[in-house]
């Protein structure tokens, strides 16, 4: 019986080929991945350009209303205005700043 089950080989192949296909199919599933995650990078990009550049200046004018008699203003109102400037990364306008190199100093003991 231990001869048997030691000489026994069926589905052997059959295993080798499943851990195969399993390897294929892992190594196609991280690439599409990755291509999924770049294509939504990209897109929500798009949509920070986006909000980047909508403007959001207002402004309104002031208003006077003079008395009936001619005696000067009943009442007034100032307008205001504000000016929408770029910011800092707006579409895109600021980089990864990243620092350059630094070798390793000695050790601590």
């Not at 599933?29 to 200046?57: F, K, M, P, R």
Request: charged share 20%; glycine share 10%.
């Amino acid at each position: 019986m231990l001869r048997a089950l030691l000489n026994d080989e069926s589905g052997f192949i059959v295993s080798a080929e499943l851990v195969l296909i399993a390897t294929i199919l892992v190594i196609g599933l991280i690439v599409g991945l990755s291509s999924i995650q770049h294509a939504v990078v990209a897109e929500l990009n798009d949509v920070g350009d986006a909000i980047g550049a909508a403007n959001q200046s207002y402004w309104y004018t002031g208003f006077s209303a003079e008395k009936i008699d001619g005696g000067g203003l009943k009442a007034y109102t100032r307008g205001t205005a504000f000016q929408d400037e770029t910011d800092d990364c707006d579409n895109d306008q600021c980089d990864i700043a990243c620092d350059v190199p630094v070798n390793e100093g000695p050790k601590r003991i």
